[in-house]
């Protein structure tokens, strides 16, 4: 009896596992098809390189998601996370705080879109002045989980 009741268990815990996560695809997998979804950056235009925030070049959501985080960076909640990603870039840089940021350019090649700022640092441990702060997107999607949770937070704020 005990083990009827211990295969039926297996049964269905595998029953649970299947149903929950689709045959082939990793959670990786499932992660990053979901931020795609949720944030639809356009890889499908034209490859370009600008200067600024242009929706005619680099599509009307991204370039809505990029002025809402310039417009409002200094929100303690986007500060917070912008800083945590500069310390990821720079080794050694801990606790940093971002004092300006400024868009720099953006560029899309391929179905890579690269975005990149400049920043100017508050202190830090290396006694940095300024900085790069590089966000880039393979297929609509960061390998970086803090950069895709900063644009899910922002793009929940733009108007479509």
């Known amino acids: ?43 499908t235009l034209p490859d370009y390189a600008t200067y600024k925030v242009d929706p005619k070049v680099m599509g009307s959501r991204l370039a809505a998601i990029l002025q809402e985080l310039c417009a409002n960076y ?13 310390s990821d870039q720079i080794e050694g840089l801990d606790n940093c705080t971002i004092e300006k940021l400024g868009l720099v350019s953006a560029s899309k090649t391929g179905n890579t879109i690269t975005i990149r700022f400049k920043t100017t640092l508050g202190r830090n441990p290396l006694d940095l002045k300024k900085s ?17 949770s900063l644009f899910l937070t922002l793009s929940r704020y733009i108007k479509e």
Request: glycine content about 2%; cysteine-free.
């Open 74 to 86: 200094k929100r303690s909640d986007y500060l917070s996370i912008l800083s945590k990603i500069q």
């Open 1 to 43: 009896m005990k083990k009827i009741l211990f295969t039926m268990s297996l049964l269905l815990l595998s029953a649970a596992t299947l149903s929950a996560q689709p045959l082939g695809q990793s959670q990786d997998d499932q992660y990053k098809s979901e931020v795609r979804s949720k944030l639809s950056l356009d890889t």
């Open 132 to 148: 790069d702060l590089i966000f880039t997107f393979v297929d609509g999607v960061s390998e970086q989980k803090l950069v895709n």
